[in-house]
Structures are given as C-alpha cells and as structure tokens.
DNA sequence: TAACCGCAGATTGTTCAACAACTCTTGTGT
DNA sequence: ACACAAGAGTTGTTGAACAATCTGCGGTTA
C-alpha cells in the first residue's frame, strides 16, 4: 500500500513558489505581498501564510516584521559561510565514503546529466544537475539529517546562481571536475577525491563571488 | 535605536511549546490536539498552526496529515545519526580551531555552569549547561548556519532526554570530561581535544541509547 | 529650501466562524 | 468473527473582520 502524496493547498503553494524563485523569476530583493499572491495562487492568506512560515525556515525568504517577507538575497558572507559548511560536509563524506558501485551510480549519473545538459546549452540544467552531484556526494554519508542540510544549502545557492549575469561561466568549468572526481572516487582513491572536491569548492566560491550583481 | 524583540503571539506560543517539551511536561509520542490547545496558549487556532510550522521544521514536533502533530519520539536510528553528525561537526570545529582565549571563555563558563549544578544536584540543568558547552564548541567555527544546526540537535536530543528514567547517570559522569576536554584546548593542543570529544560522543551515545524507555 | 510633524492609506498580525475533507470509532448485519 | 456503513470528532482551508504597524504625502515651521 503506497501512499498517495496529496500535495494539499500550502504543500502546493510552497512547490510554487520554490519553483518560481529557482527559475529567477522572482529576483532576490522581492518583495512578496500577501494580499497580491493570493489570486494567482488560489489560496487563502492564511494558507500562504503558512507556505511563507516554511519557506522562511528553510532560509529561502525572510521575514522583517510588519512589513513583509522578501526573497531572501545572499551576502557574500552568507555564501562564504555556505562553502565553509559545503566544505566540511562534502568532503567528510567523500573521504569517508567506503568505494562500492551501487553508491557511485548515484554519483555517475548526476554526472551524465549535467553533461547532456552542457551539450544541449541548457546552464540552467546543468546548475541543477551540479547541485544534483554535490547532494549525492554528501549521500555517500548515509544521514538523512546532512542529506536535509544539503539540500538546503542548496537551494540557498541557487538564489545567488539566478542572481547571476552570465550561467555558462557559473556552471561551464564545473561540468569536467565532476567527471574527474567521480572517477578518481570509482577507482578507490577517496582521499584523493576528496583533496580534489576541496579544490573545486573553493574555486567555485570564488566563481559565484565573483559573478554577484 | 535598538530594536524592540516585540515576541509576538505566534512567537510566544512557540516558546511555551518548546519549554513545555524540553521540561518533559509533554512527552514524546503526545499528540497535540489543535481545538484544545487553544485555550491554554490564548491563541487562535490560525497562529497555533503558524506555530506548530516552525516547531515541525526544527524536529521537534512530527505532522501526520490528517491526523494531528505530535511531540517526536527519537528512534535509535536517528539517535545514531544525531551523534554521528554531532562527531563530524563538533571535532572538526575542535581541532580546526586555533587557541585563543576568548574563544575558550564560552567554553570555560558553559563548563563552570555545569560543575555549579552538578554541586546542587540539579541534574536537568547540568544537560542544558552540556549541550550549552557543545554549542560552545560548533561556536569555535565561526558559521552562524552550524550555530543553528547545532542548537536544532541539542534541542531534539533533550527530547531523548526527558524520556530517559535516570538523569543523574546520563548526565553526570559527563561533567569531568567537560573540564578535561575545555583544559586540553586552553593548552592549546586542540587536536588532542578533539580526540578526546570523540570518545567523549561515542561513551554519550551509548548512555543514551541504554537509557531509551 | 530643508527639516520636522501628523495624518490618511495600505499592509501585516491575529482572531473568529464556517465548511469541506479525512480519520477513527461504533454499531449493525451477515 | 468479519465486513461495512453511519456518526462523531479532528484537521485543512477559506473568507471576513479588526487592531497594530509601517509608508508616503502634504502641511507647518525655522
């Protein structure tokens, strides 16, 4: 007996909005009136209210009292923070990871993803897929608690992704590293793997710092 | 001009929630019915859901759809996976950081706090001042988003807490560790701290998984 | 002109009442 | 004993209302 996902109404209103903050079209800075939201999301004030209580949870919005919540825009310092963390979860996990295929396919096919999405011209894919990469890096691990943290962090990053003038650039050098890394992973030198990782993030930070507004 | 911090009642329903929890006037498995916390809370029924939002984000309350939410019951599992995170996080933050001594102060106090209790006998406040000097510990990192992280899993590990008949041995033999750990960082051998955390965790982990109901 | 003040107007915070959708229990029939 | 339907109770969602707070505009004063 499987259960049935009813998304419900707030459930709804959160995918909505997720998506529409992902996909850029709502810039971070917005601000997200309560009154005007309800007609073109079918829901009651007090539902969306509810769907913005866990967007701001989940660090996506944030709410300045009385006057309303906002798309949530990233300091450089909050991205610094971001990467520190990315850092120490990722490659903990990876050196850590014992070498076995089942675990690599996960990895393997993040990979694959984020390399049709390259041919095709398809960034904002390939952005995704990357994501995709590092969440299935941090899975090696085995704790839906660092898996939910992940997450998390990013879907936090995506906002400053969207934020960004040129995508090819964010995400183009990133694509082969994986590749790299994976493979030096599936030929059983994790520690190895894992000093890579470290160089990748930090070039990254300095990719996404460097592509802020 | 210094901002108020006006709670709010959606903001003290929460509060009183979590209080009540972490003081084991609701145990774990507790269902909390919507209509009959009301009265008790002077909160509509619209804010206490607003409530039960953020308490469900931070772990500590569990939603069945349909069914109601009730105070989480940690299984052995996640019990696992809280200390394995609490391994990962609290060393790394140990052993990367350098010695200074006003980074060992929050340390030093959180350990006296602890000592002071233990004196009086009061068993409940000597965990609040352990996890205070854990959280002190993630501090060494310098990342508000570990700070946040980490005072969600000291709050949800006070749940296994309160369910665990005999306080006084899972409390007390931590104590002298404290010390012992805070004394090895002031030294400034930082990695031997750090080593010394993880047996610490390890012998922790066992204490509270024997004393499970 | 520029700075300050106060007053509408709009928005958020909170409450209340109602109804729909769902779950659990109870009682009935076979 | 088992299946099933009716009922009661709870959650999910809506809409309206009011208080508290912020914003912006216009007027006053130096």
Same mark, same amino acid.
């Given at each position: 007996?499987?259960?049935?996902? *009813?998304?419900?109404?707030?459930?709804?209103?959160?995918?909505?909005?997720?998506?529409?903050?992902?996909?850029?079209?709502?810039?971070?800075?917005?601000?997200?009136?309560?009154?005007?939201?309800?007609?073109?999301? *079918?829901?009651?004030? &007090?539902?969306?209210?509810?769907?913005?209580?866990?967007?701001?949870?989940?660090?996506?919005?944030?709410?300045?009292?009385?006057?309303?919540?906002?798309?949530?825009?990233?300091?450089?310092?909050?991205?610094?923070?971001?990467?520190?963390?990315?850092?120490?979860?990722?490659?903990?996990?990876?050196?850590?990871?014992?070498?076995?295929?089942?675990?690599?396919?996960?990895?393997?096919?993040?990979?694959?993803?984020?390399?049709?999405?390259?041919?095709?011209?398809?960034?904002?894919?390939?952005?995704?897929?990357?994501?995709?990469?590092?969440?299935?890096?941090?899975?090696?691990?085995?704790?839906?608690?660092?898996?939910?943290?992940?997450?998390?962090?990013?879907?936090?990053?995506?906002?400053?992704?969207?934020?960004?003038?040129?995508?090819?650039?964010?995400?183009?050098?990133?694509?082969?590293?994986?590749?790299?890394?994976?493979?030096?992973?599936?030929?059983?030198?994790? &520690?190895?793997?894992?000093?890579?990782?470290?160089?990748?993030?930090?070039?990254?930070?300095?990719?996404?710092?460097?592509?802020?507004?």
């Amino acid at each position: 007996m499987t259960t049935v996902e *009813k998304p419900g109404s707030a459930a709804r209103a959160v995918e909505q909005l997720r998506n529409a903050m992902i996909n850029g079209e709502l810039a971070p800075g917005t601000r997200l009136s309560e009154t005007s939201l309800t007609g073109p999301l *079918k829901v009651s004030r &007090n539902t969306l209210r509810e769907a913005f209580s866990t967007l701001i949870e989940e660090g996506l919005l944030v709410r300045q009292p009385h006057r309303g919540v906002f798309v949530a825009s990233l300091s450089p310092a909050q991205i610094a923070d971001i990467y520190r963390v990315r850092v120490l979860l990722e490659c903990s996990a990876l050196s850590q990871a014992p070498t076995d295929p089942p675990r690599a396919a996960g990895l393997r096919t993040a990979v694959d993803d984020a390399g049709r999405a390259a041919s095709a011209g398809d960034w904002r894919a390939v952005g995704t897929a990357n994501m995709h990469f590092h969440e299935q890096i941090v899975a090696l691990a085995g704790s839906p608690r660092l898996d939910s943290w992940m997450r998390q962090l990013t879907a936090e990053l995506r906002l400053a992704f969207v934020a960004a003038p040129d995508p090819e650039a964010l995400h183009r050098p990133f694509v082969a590293m994986n590749d790299a890394i994976t493979s030096t992973y599936e030929a059983g030198d994790a &520690n190895r793997a894992a000093d890579m990782l470290r160089d990748y993030l930090l070039t990254s930070e300095r990719v996404v710092l460097g592509n802020l507004p």
